[in-house]
């Protein structure tokens, strides 16, 4: 393991020794999120509330005290049955993070 040194870059959600960007969001009840896929992984923390996600073609109900991950480039979309709080990490991929 090694240990890395994180510094906020001026409150942008991004670091600068970790190819990271983090965040937190909130939804209300009724909310639906549209498909979509990005580049990165994606860790998400559901601090609150309930939301029925599809991802890579599986559905599933989260709970406050859940956590996901959706893989680079799955296509997800979600809808929000209950307000939902949620914090995020977006992992950018470096070219040898596929390598096993």
Known sequence: MEKISLTAAANTGHFAALPAQVGTLFFAAGTVLPPTSHAQDEISFIHSG?????????????????????????????????????????????????AS
Do not use: C, K, N
């Not at 709970?63 to 929000?80: K, R, T």
């Open 50 to 98: 309930v939301l029925r996600a599809v991802s890579g073609g599986q559905a599933a109900t989260l709970h406050g005290g859940d956590v996901s991950f959706i893989p680079a480039g799955e296509l997800h979309q979600a809808e929000v049955l209950e307000d939902v709080t949620l914090s995020y990490v977006l992992l950018e991929r470096t070219p040898d993070s596929s």
